[in-house]
């Protein structure tokens, strides 16, 4: 069990209708770097999920009514507190989910941002006045909350992902019901203690942190009273959650799956180009769902632009995300080491070249060597699929036209990067590529001011920015007569 400045933040029971409800039964979550318990959480149950989902009910007449103000100050206290805590926050989240410290504080920061951000937004949700059609009517539009929201939140992100979903969700007047992976709750309880600190009235945020996935999932896409479902996660499980969804009508999003090339044109910066692609493929050890999945290079600079990597990738350090400087830590768990092995046997046996890596990592069973391939091509599963993992796999192409049309030969759609100095082809490569996000000369582009969804099969709906609040409302249009006799 780690130890905290603030022991209080560390909560193993889950959290519904503002109290602490422990279970008969626990999880023991590990930590990834080195297999020691961490901590038992109590393994949380369909029937707490159906009282979670009915506190979240009662609360939601008086939370929806409060003012945008009220409501706005209670989220700006929320932040507060996190950012008053971003050590203890980051150190628990290293424990149980295994990414650098450094990576964790970072996410902490990121995710308080959601909450700084929806704190303001909820003061500035507007209806419209339409022109009117006759001289006696008046016509308008109201926003209104949707509703409670039942929410599944994934462990590559144990905290951003929940904020990303819960602050837009209570700005907006909302209630919700949370189930985190059950291999990292402690980051979403810490989250709660915070929540009731700042204020938060009982019932309005739920957590079920349990390990019947299927029970507490079939709660939050079924249960009547939840009027609004949202997810991240793979593809295979949205669309299994979202045929769920379908016998209640639920409003729903989806932040699922991606398949993102990282195109580098012989115009550029290669040094640039190499050290974000680096970046963007091996942050949180690969996985995340925008993390680089296919890199091409076109050809005439794939001998120069691999040996960059090649040069970047060694310089990666790998270690328990505790030790200074990480680059690397563990992966979540067995089977993403499998993945990685099976991946990197399928694309050797079709031809590709390993140049690094490609063996599980001396410190242990869950640390995996940073990976890179070359002579890649469209038959690899690594590239028709999501790898998820510390994989660098280097195709070449010749012409813009050919690689537009191998970046969007993808049913994913989710996020994109190109490096060129042609501010023509910028436009012409950022306007043709099929995703949600395209990442131009950079591979960082994560901020809550700023949509985050998927096209295709990654995703219905925006998270962050302003569109990330307009899927907690509803509009209403109000018709109203007799006003000119
Ligand atoms: C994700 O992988 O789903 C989140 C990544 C981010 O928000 O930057």
Redo the contacts with the bound molecule.
């Keep these: 069990m780690p130890t905290l400045k603030d022991q209080g933040l560390i909560c193993c029971d889950n959290f519904i209708d503002g109290n602490w409800v422990s279970s008969t039964q626990s999880i023991r979550i590990t930590s990834p770097a080195t297999g020691g318990t961490v901590a038992e959480v109590a393994d949380g149950t369909r029937e707490q999920a159906e009282l979670g989902v009915e506190a979240a009910h009662r609360s939601f007449p008086n939370w929806s009514r409060t003012s945008a103000k009220e409501r706005s100050s209670v989220l700006r206290r929320w932040h507060d507190l996190i950012l008053d805590n971003v050590e203890d926050l980051a150190a628990l989240m290293t424990w149980e989910q295994g990414k650098p410290i450094a990576e964790s504080l970072t996410e902490i920061k990121y995710g308080a941002g959601f909450i700084e951000y929806y704190a303001e937004e909820a003061k500035r949700v507007f209806g419209a006045t339409i022109p009117t059609i006759a001289p006696e009517r008046r016509l308008q539009t109201y926003k209104q909350a949707v509703g409670v929201v039942g929410a599944i939140t994934p462990w590559?992100?144990p905290n951003?992902?929940i904020t990303r979903k819960a602050a837009p969700a209570l700005a907006a007047g909302c209630t919700i019901v949370i189930k985190p992976d059950p291999a990292t709750p402690l980051s979403a309880l810490a989250l709660c203690e915070l929540a009731h600190r700042a204020g938060l009235p009982s019932g309005v945020l739920n957590v079920v942190a349990g390990s019947d996935s299927q029970g507490i999932g079939e709660v939050l896409t079924q249960h009547p009273k939840i009027a609004k479902f949202t997810f991240?996660g793979s593809t295979a499980i949205g669309k299994l959650l979202m045929k769920q969804c379908a016998s209640t009508v639920k409003k729903i999003s989806l932040?699922l799956g991606g398949n993102a090339p990282f195109i580098v044109f012989e115009d550029a910066d290669l040094e640039e180009a190499a050290s974000h692609c680096i970046a963007t493929k091996f942050r949180n050890c690969g996985q995340?769902?925008?993390c680089t999945n296919r890199i091409y290079v076109q050809e005439s600079i794939e001998e120069a632009f691999t040996q960059k990597l090649r040069e970047g990738i060694r310089s990666l350090k790998v270690a328990d995300g505790f030790t200074a400087d990480t680059d690397i830590g563990p992966m979540i768990n067995e089977q993403a080491i499998a993945k990685m092995e099976q991946l990197i046997t399928d694309a050797v046996a079709k031809g590709a070249e390993l140049v690094l890596g490609g063996a599980r990592h001396e410190l242990g069973s869950l640390f995996f060597q940073p990976t890179l391939l070359r002579s890649v091509d469209d038959t690899m599963d690594l590239v028709t699929g999501e790898i998820f993992g510390p994989i660098a796999a280097v195709q070449t192409f010749t012409s813009e036209n050919e690689v537009i049309d191998k970046a969007n030969a993808t049913d994913y759609g989710l996020a994109a990067y190109f490096f060129s100095r042609d501010v023509g082809r910028v436009m012409r490569v950022a306007e043709a590529l099929e995703c949600g996000i395209v990442c131009s000369n950079s591979g960082v582009f994560?901020t809550e001011v700023a949509p985050?969804g998927g096209w295709k099969q990654s995703g219905i709906g925006s998270e962050g920015g302003t569109e990330g609040i307009a899927d907690f409302l509803e509009t209403k249009f109000h018709s109203m007569g007799g006003i000119d006799r």
Excluded: I, L, Q, R
């Design positions: 590559n992100f951003a992902m991240t932040e995340t769902c925008v994560s985050f």
